[in-house]
T-cell receptor
Framework: KAGVTQTPRYLIKTRGQQVTLSCSPI?????VSWYQQTPGQGLQFLFE???????NKGNFPGRFSGRQFSNSRSEMNVSTLELGDSALYLC?????????????FGEGSWLTVV | GESVGLHLPTLSVQEGDNSIINCAYS??????FIWYKQESGKGPQFIID?????DKRQGQRVTVLLNKTVKHLSLQIAATQPGDSAVYFC???????????????FGQGTILTVHP
């Protein structure tokens, strides 16, 4: 069974540009969440989607957005990139929103903003 | 606010020793806790989880202990091996309103180094 797949794995963008990251959850998983990981802030929750609806949102500016498609695949977008957006962006999936459903992570997308 | 914190940022052990990694959490409403292992350049890898109605759970070479009275979580690794060297994170499920979605609050992480 394939794990959580994230693309692209590495990318470099310029300040002011926008970026879209993609995530394919584990087959059968309907909940997808996104996290940002930086050395200074650690792992921080961005948002979560279930059945194409955003269920939870972290404390990030509106430049960070996401969506989920009917096949549970998800994308996140960051507009007007800033140097501080350089981070590892992690996608995680689980079967559903019930407590106790194991949450599995992908390998992440490394974003460098120059 | 909600937070999950680790007491020890680094831990060095000899191969074959047992390792104990600790974690404190502050949200008494959290009902699900997970330990992840993250190796350099990779995403967090699920190790073991525990629900709040339990105080101990065992896996292969790993045991998680939960003390809700003092809001403390620990991960015990038996017979630690060099391949166990990584950063270990505890995480709590802490969605608003008590409904548990996929929002995890992570601790800062502990770097475990296993010396041959």
């Amino acid at each position: 069974k394939a794990g959580v797949t994230q693309t692209p794995r590495y990318l470099i963008k310029t300040r002011g540009q926008q970026v879209t990251l993609s995530c394919s959850p584990i087959s059968g998983h309907r909940s997808v969440s996104w996290y940002q990981q930086t050395p200074g802030q650690g792992l921080q929750f961005l948002f979560e989607y279930f059945s194409e609806t955003q269920r939870n949102k972290g404390n990030f500016p509106g430049r960070f957005s996401g969506r989920q498609f009917s096949n549970s695949r998800s994308e996140m977008n960051v507009s007007t990139l800033e140097l501080g957006d350089s981070a590892l962006y992690l996608c995680a999936s689980s079967q559903g929103p019930d407590s106790g459903n194991t949450i599995y992570f992908g390998e992440g997308s490394w974003l460098t903003v120059v | 606010g909600e937070s999950v914190g680790l007491h020890l940022p680094t831990l060095s052990v000899q191969e074959g020793d047992n390792s104990i990694i600790n974690c404190a959490y502050s949200n008494s409403a959290s009902d699900y806790f997970i330990w992840y292992k993250q190796e350099s350049g990779k995403g967090p890898q699920f190790i073991i989880d525990i629900r709040s109605n339990m105080d101990k759970r065992q896996g292969q070479r790993v045991t998680v202990l939960l003390n809700k009275t003092v809001k403390h979580l620990s991960l015990q690794i038996a017979a630690t091996q060099p391949g166990d060297s990584a950063v270990y994170f505890c995480a709590e499920n802490s969605s608003p309103g008590g409904t548990s979605y996929g929002k995890l609050t992570f601790g800062q992480g502990t770097i475990l180094t296993v010396h041959p």
